[in-house]
Protein backbone atom coordinates (compact mmCIF):
# COMPACT_ATOMS: atom_id res chain seq x y z
CA UNK A 1 0.00 0.00 0.00
CA UNK A 2 1.58 3.41 -0.89
CA UNK A 3 1.34 6.26 1.52
CA UNK A 4 2.50 9.72 1.57
CA UNK A 5 2.32 11.62 4.62
CA UNK A 6 2.97 15.31 4.72
CA UNK A 7 3.26 16.97 7.57
CA UNK A 8 4.80 20.49 8.93
CA UNK A 9 1.84 22.95 7.51
CA UNK A 10 0.37 25.23 9.69
CA UNK A 11 -0.33 28.93 10.10
CA UNK A 12 2.31 31.40 9.90
CA UNK A 13 2.99 35.25 9.55
CA UNK A 14 3.94 36.70 6.46
CA UNK A 15 8.03 36.68 6.43
CA UNK A 16 8.16 33.69 8.97
CA UNK A 17 8.97 30.15 7.58
CA UNK A 18 7.64 26.36 7.41
CA UNK A 19 9.08 23.50 6.88
CA UNK A 20 7.13 20.78 4.91
CA UNK A 21 7.89 17.32 5.15
CA UNK A 22 6.32 14.09 3.15
CA UNK A 23 7.33 10.71 4.26
CA UNK A 24 6.55 8.17 1.36
CA UNK A 25 6.11 4.05 1.66
CA UNK A 26 5.13 1.11 -0.04
CA UNK A 27 7.50 2.81 -2.92
CA UNK A 28 10.79 2.06 -4.36
CA UNK A 29 11.66 6.07 -3.57
CA UNK A 30 14.89 6.19 -5.57
CA UNK A 31 12.26 5.31 -8.66
CA UNK A 32 10.59 8.51 -8.49
CA UNK A 33 10.63 12.05 -8.80
CA UNK A 34 9.17 14.01 -5.89
CA UNK A 35 7.54 17.06 -6.19
CA UNK A 36 5.59 19.49 -3.89
CA UNK A 37 2.09 21.20 -5.58
CA UNK A 38 -0.04 23.12 -3.84
CA UNK A 39 -4.11 24.35 -4.53
CA UNK A 40 -5.74 27.13 -3.50
CA UNK A 41 -10.20 26.67 -4.37
CA UNK A 42 -11.03 27.46 -7.49
CA UNK A 43 -7.45 27.34 -9.14
CA UNK A 44 -5.80 23.98 -10.65
CA UNK A 45 -3.13 22.78 -8.76
CA UNK A 46 0.28 24.20 -9.96
CA UNK A 47 4.19 22.47 -9.56
CA UNK A 48 6.03 24.49 -6.56
CA UNK A 49 9.27 22.68 -6.85
CA UNK A 50 10.22 18.77 -7.63
CA UNK A 51 13.62 16.84 -7.02
CA UNK A 52 14.94 13.99 -9.16
CA UNK A 53 16.12 10.99 -7.53
CA UNK A 54 19.98 12.59 -7.92
CA UNK A 55 18.94 15.87 -6.59
CA UNK A 56 18.30 18.01 -9.72
CA UNK A 57 15.83 20.24 -8.82
CA UNK A 58 13.00 22.19 -10.44
CA UNK A 59 11.03 25.54 -9.40
CA UNK A 60 8.07 27.73 -10.10
CA UNK A 61 8.95 31.26 -10.52
CA UNK A 62 7.10 32.07 -7.58
CA UNK A 63 9.27 29.89 -5.58
CA UNK A 64 12.42 30.70 -6.83
CA UNK A 65 15.21 32.48 -3.97
CA UNK A 66 12.71 31.59 -0.93
CA UNK A 67 11.95 27.57 -1.16
CA UNK A 68 13.93 25.04 -1.10
CA UNK A 69 13.58 21.20 -1.75
CA UNK A 70 15.92 18.16 -0.94
CA UNK A 71 15.15 15.09 -0.27
CA UNK A 72 16.87 12.16 1.96
CA UNK A 73 16.82 8.62 0.02
CA UNK A 74 17.81 6.59 3.11
CA UNK A 75 14.19 8.26 4.96
CA UNK A 76 12.23 8.01 2.01
CA UNK A 77 11.56 11.25 2.72
CA UNK A 78 11.34 14.83 0.82
CA UNK A 79 11.15 18.31 2.40
CA UNK A 80 10.34 21.65 1.47
CA UNK A 81 11.60 24.51 3.63
CA UNK A 82 9.88 27.80 2.67
CA UNK A 83 11.32 31.19 3.88
CA UNK A 84 9.71 34.45 3.39
CA UNK A 85 6.24 33.22 3.02
CA UNK A 86 3.69 35.46 1.61
CA UNK A 87 0.14 35.70 1.93
CA UNK A 88 -0.20 34.64 -1.51
CA UNK A 89 1.45 31.01 -0.81
CA UNK A 90 -1.72 30.52 1.31
CA UNK A 91 -2.32 26.92 -0.41
CA UNK A 92 -3.26 23.34 0.99
CA UNK A 93 0.60 21.42 -0.05
CA UNK A 94 0.60 18.10 -1.75
CA UNK A 95 3.49 15.96 -2.09
CA UNK A 96 3.57 13.73 -5.54
CA UNK A 97 6.00 10.56 -6.59
CA UNK A 98 5.81 10.60 -9.91
CA UNK A 99 7.74 7.01 -11.16
CA UNK A 100 11.11 7.16 -13.59
CA UNK A 101 12.25 3.82 -14.91
CA UNK A 102 11.15 0.55 -13.25
CA UNK A 103 8.08 2.64 -11.92
CA UNK A 104 7.54 4.68 -14.90
CA UNK A 105 3.59 5.55 -15.26
CA UNK A 106 2.97 5.56 -11.31
CA UNK A 107 1.71 8.83 -10.00
CA UNK A 108 0.64 8.86 -6.19
CA UNK A 109 -0.31 11.98 -4.08
CA UNK A 110 -0.36 12.68 -0.64
CA UNK A 111 -3.52 14.07 1.47
CA UNK A 112 -2.33 17.15 1.97
CA UNK A 113 -1.16 19.97 4.39
CA UNK A 114 -3.14 23.40 4.90
CA UNK A 115 -0.04 26.89 4.50
CA UNK A 116 -1.79 29.46 5.80
CA UNK A 117 0.00 32.84 5.69
CA UNK A 118 -1.16 36.01 7.55
CA UNK A 119 -0.47 39.73 7.02
Known amino acids: QVQLVESGGGLVQAGGSLRLSCAAS????????MGWYRQVPGKQRELVAE???????NYASSAKGRFTISRDNAKNTVYLQMNSLKVDDTAVYYC?????????????WGQGTQVTVSS
Open 96 to 108: NAAGIGYSRGNDY
Open 26 to 33: GIIFITYT
Open 51 to 57: ITRLGST
